[in-house]
């Protein structure tokens, strides 16, 4: 079964510095891989998705992921972070069997130093 | 185009009580899915509907049911409500392009939740 870890519960940034959010899942083949946000009391965004081809997958937001089959890793960087980016990260896996089932890690939230 | 619709936002009942939850998916997309939210066991995938049957499930128990009808519109109910089920229910829609391993490529689009509080 398909499973992913965010290993870091809680990231404490500087406004203006460089982030990067981890991610690990475990799938027998190559997963589809989603990071989505959540700002309070809202629903989740979608930023970006790596389905298959280039490893290096840009998203809205400045955001990028870099999928890395050898560490099983799909890690979520931005250069420069805005206070507007303070809020709750999840990645997502879903199989190739084709079912709609995403499987989350158990979130990373951020919150940005002025 | 409007984006995921669920209502109600808030919701709160007592012990024993049912309740339903409503999602309106964004027009053209045929998929619904539902995802329960909590502290303790974060993002839990519940069922997912598609052409008015259920598709996929999780592992949830008997009380968690839902439907979908023939303009896509979804609702899932709880009954015999229980203090463990206060949560945040997420409804996300999907185009559902293409069935078999493609069907997995389908982006679902996430509503803002219905936040339900057990008393």
């Known amino acids: 079964a398909q499973s992913v870890t965010q290993p870091d519960i809680h990231i404490t940034v500087s406004e203006g510095a460089s982030l990067e959010l981890r991610c690990n899942y475990s799938?027998?083949?190559?997963?589809?891989l989603f990071w989505y946000v959540q700002s309070p009391g809202q629903g989740l965004q979608l930023l970006l998705k790596?389905?298959?081809?280039?490893?290096l997958v840009q998203g809205i937001k400045g955001f990028e992921a870099e999928f890395k089959r050898s560490q099983s890793s799909f890690n979520l960087r931005k250069p420069s972070v805005h206070w507007s980016d303070a809020a709750e990260y999840f990645c997502a896996v879903v199989g190739l069997q084709g079912a709609q089932k995403l499987v989350f890690g158990q979130g990373t939230r951020l919150t940005i130093n002025p | 185009k409007a984006g995921v619709t669920q209502t109600p936002r808030y919701l709160i009942k007592t012990r024993g009580q049912q309740v339903t939850l409503s999602c309106s998916p964004i027009s053209g997309h045929r998929s619904v899915s539902w995802y329960q939210q909590t502290p303790g066991q974060g993002l839990q995938f519940l069922f997912e509907?598609?052409?008015?049957?259920?598709?996929n499930k999780g592992n949830f128990p008997g009380r968690f049911s839902g439907r979908q009808f023939s303009n896509s519109r979804s609702e899932m109910n709880v009954s015999t409500l229980e203090l463990g089920d206060s949560a945040l229910y997420l409804c996300?829609?999907?185009?559902?392009?293409?069935?078999?391993?493609?069907?997995?490529?389908?982006?679902?689009?996430f509503g803002a939740g219905t936040r339900l509080s057990v008393l």
């Open positions: 996300a829609s999907s185009q559902d392009l293409a069935g078999g391993p493609q069907l997995a490529k389908n982006i679902q689009y």
């Open positions: 509907y598609f052409s008015e049957t259920q598709r």
């Open positions: 799938y027998g083949a190559t997963p589809y």
């Open positions: 790596y389905f298959s081809g280039d490893t």
